[in-house]
């Protein structure tokens, strides 16, 4: 058993199980007492890279304009 805050009630200390633990950090609902940046959710996707695109201002090759 675990005593966790919740954001619902975060004056209140709660004892839950590990998997009511799991549970309620994955729906960000714990409250962070020590300071550390909390895991992203695990249903969280992944950033995906930026890669800009690059348009050309050409056209086609091999044709041209009347």
């Known amino acids: 058993m675990r005593t966790v805050r919740t954001t619902?009630?975060?004056d209140r200390d709660i004892e839950v199980d590990d998997a009511?633990?799991?549970d309620l950090q994955r729906?960000?609902?714990?409250?962070?007492?020590?300071g550390v940046e909390p895991d992203p959710p695990a249903t969280a996707a992944?950033?995906?890279p930026v890669n800009p695109v690059k348009k050309s201002t050409a056209g086609p090759a091999g044709s041209?304009?009347?």
């Open 8 to 10: 619902m009630q975060p």
């Open 27 to 34: 729906m960000g609902l714990l409250v962070d007492d020590d």
């Open 20 to 22: 009511q633990y799991l």
């Open 46 to 48: 992944p950033e995906l």
């Open 64 to 66: 041209k304009e009347s």
